[in-house]
């Protein structure tokens, strides 16, 4: 007997008719009788994975071997047989020890010989066994052991848990479709505890070993609790199995009722000559697909995606995926082209009637239009890049250039993405899946060469979710991007045509490998003249308008224009200059719509009364020459200043000491004018032992602001000299440049800015470095004009421009002369 016995019932038929003709003769075999101790003695009826329980019959299969031997002699002799469980029904050879302590003495019906040589019988239960002894004699084991007599007294306790078992077999009956409703009946009239539990164990679906515990549980009352439990536990398996079934059932009947209904709409459909709706929602997608202009891999792709729709019923979970996924290609630009305007003169008008100044970024425009126009097909575009501070008119300046061109303008904000798939979109995989934003704003243009802005590219971040400035590679890289992957649509789009413009505050967040790829266009900021000409032409008009004001019902002086951008701004664009241009407008607006008296002409006192009293303040030129205080020219994001460097020498021992939140780059300047100082200090006719008694303190006024960089190096050194020498610096006089050891000056940055500033902050003479007379070009002509521009190229030529000749007598001369006599008197 093998687990697999049931694989061996060649005709299950033919055998059942055959063992159920013969059960009748298990009941006519008796028990075998005990001897004086009150055991029996009978031949080993080996059982592998099958446990047959007290009073019940069951069919076996039985295989050539020891088995078939000792089924064979107890039908020779007569008499029953012990079936004896084996622990491991893996074992061929089995000895004492392999089996369970129990046994079950069995009654065995005629054999039923098989057509593959095996034999069937039907057996019958008849009482537990203790094993005492097993021993081999002949081909087959014979088994020794006491009869177990159980009790049959049934108490109220008994009774209550028979009722209570009897229960539970019946709700399990009715859940389990393999258990006959006669098996209840038969359960309801066994009044013996111990057999109860036998007949339901033998009854529902128990595991090997649940039977084996079951077997090995003599006492009636427990083996019956054990059945009660198991009971229990089926009913829960048999409960949920039906929850199961009844849904599932639901589901098909719903799903046979939509069919039945599907199918009586199409063929009403047909009658009124309507058609199936879902075929034709397919054949108006073909009919998409075909009209649509695209490359022919998408082409293929949306037909291979269509197929698959055909393939499927219409409430498919996966439709609305594969529908998006052919609206996504259906509606992105593959092929429409917008004509560019490639008039250089209607540019060049578009561009000067909405932006002032910005003539490099300008230029760069006007260049590529003009070599647009004299080759059409050049497929390769500028990817620009325009750096600058805010409010410089970086994202308008775009819209102007798409609008000079004829190009539809779209805008992307890169602040804050930190998502690579925001860039290249998510697989189709997961839910909710979505293109990434590049090709979300190429559907929103409508077109294959729109002005794509990539706004605030240096506000870019990086987690664990990717890098999408790499992801920005491909995009703007011109050899790549013209087969640009989306991880979405999986297929190669063309950006080749686009023209890309990013923008960015400042370039060191660029990862170099992107900043590579783009030509960098810098916003330097506007100066005070430019700012003045930007309010007049466009930010006066707008506020007026946004107002209620009708154009020249209040005009604004220039100096009040001045005071404004001088007193209550403090900024490189004019976003802050336009918001103090409305308020003083809406003051008015306010005076007019209370119909009060209002002025219709903003003057220089008027902007305080509206506006409060002044936010910023300008550093003016020096009221008088002074000793120790030179004037220095610096650059800033805002615009140009100057900067006044003060020194003051006193009593100490060589120490120097720099004020004022400077950097690195001022502090080593100062440290190499002092270092040019020493060394000239015999030419200067200075003690060089002086520097040793003396601690000097330079100071740059405004120390909340911070300041860097080498162009303070000569104003640094032309203070360090007046303060030694007694000789006073030309109040007049500003400069800038950077200083060596050797006294060379070097060129420096930022020359319009600055030569602006000091001719705003009155100053008359202007120091500059030699190499920097190129950039005059772009310092306007009647600044040029008021200034006197002086180029030097070493430290004695400023010396000669700045200092006075003579020395001046006062507190601070006294002091260097008390240091002198002091420095003297030591050394006798």
Known sequence: MREDWKKRQDNPDEIN???????????????????????????????????????????????????????????????????????????????????????????????????????????????????????????????????????????????????????????????????????????????????LADMIATAISLPFRERLELIKICEPKERLKRVNWLLAQELDVLQLEDEIQNRVQSEVDRSQREFYLREQ???????????????????????????????????????????????????????????????????????????????????????????????????????????????????????????????????????????????????????????????????????????????????????????????????????FRGDPSSALLEVLDPEQNNSFSDHYLELPYDLSKVMFITTANGLNSIPPALLDRMEILEFPGYIEEEKVEIAKRFLIPRQLEESGFEQGDIEFEE????????????????????????????????????????SKIITYKLVEKFLGPPQFFMTEAERRDEVGVATAIAWTENGGEIMPVEVLIMEGKGNLQVTGQIGDVMQESAQAALSYLKSKSVELKLDPELFEDVDIHIHIPEGAIPKDGPSAGITIATALISAFTERQVYKEIGMTGEITLRGNILPIGGVREKILAAHRSGLKTVLLPEKNAKDLVEVPKKVRDDLNIKFVKHMDEVIKLALHVEQVKNNHSLHIKRLKKKRKTKKE
């Open 17 to 195: 008719a055959a063992l159920y003709q013969r059960t009748d003769e298990l009941y006519q075999v008796n028990d075998a009788i005990p001897d004086e101790t009150g055991m029996i003695c009978c031949p080993v009826l080996i059982m592998r994975d099958i446990v047959v329980f007290p009073r019940m019959v069951s069919p076996i299969f039985v295989t050539p071997g020891p088995n078939l031997e000792a089924i064979n002699h107890v039908q020779q002799k007569g008499g029953t047989m012990i079936a004896l469980v084996l622990k491991d029904s893996e074992i061929e050879k089995p000895g004492p020890d392999d089996f369970v302590e129990i046994g079950i003495e069995i009654a065995v019906g005629r054999l039923l010989s098989l057509q593959d040589g095996n034999g069937s019988a039907l057996v019958q239960g008849r009482r537990r066994i203790k094993i005492n002894k097993i021993k081999q004699e002949g081909s087959f084991l014979w088994a020794q052991g006491t009869i177990v007599n159980e009790s049959t007294k049934v108490d109220r306790q008994i009774e209550a848990l028979m009722r209570t078992t009897r229960d539970l077999f019946e709700r399990c009956v009715q859940l389990d479709r393999t258990l006959p409703d006669e098996a209840h009946l038969f359960s309801i009239n066994i009044t013996e505890p111990g057999w």
């Open 265 to 463: 709409l199409r063929a009403i459909q047909t009658e009124l000559g309507e058609g199936d709706v879902w075929a034709r929602e397919l054949n108006e997608l073909k009919s998409k697909v075909e009209a649509k202009k695209m490359p022919e891999e998408a082409k293929n792709q949306a037909y291979k995606e269509i197929e698959r729709l055909t393939q499927m019923p219409s409430m498919a979970p996966e439709v609305g995926i594969i529908r998006t996924y052919l609206d996504w290609i259906l509606d992105l630009p593959w092929m429409e082209v917008t004509e560019d305007n490639l008039d250089v003169k209607h540019a060049a008008k578009v561009l000067e009637e909405n932006h002032y100044g910005l003539g490099k970024a300008k230029d760069r425009i006007l260049e590529y239009i003009a070599v647009k126009s004299l080759k059409p097909k050049k497929e390769r575009q500028p990817i620009l890049c325009f750096v600058g501070p805010p409010g410089t008119g970086k994202t308008s300046l775009g819209r102007s250039i798409a609008e000079a061109l004829g190009r539809k303008f779209v805008r992307l904000s890169l602040g804050g993405v930190r998502d690579e798939a925001e860039i290249r979109g998510h697989r189709r995989t997961y839910v909710g899946a979505l293109p990434g934003r590049i090709l979300q704003t190429m559907r929103r243009a409508g077109s294959i060469n729109p002005l794509f802005m990539l706004d605030e590219i240096d506000k870019l971040g990086a987690d």
């Open 559 to 598: 100096e009040a224009l001045r005071r404004v951008i001088r007193e209550y701004t403090y900024e490189a664009g004019v976003r802050n200059l336009e918001r103090e241009i409305g308020r003083l407008c809406r003051k008015e607006a306010r005076l007019k719509s209370e119909k009060k008296r209002y």
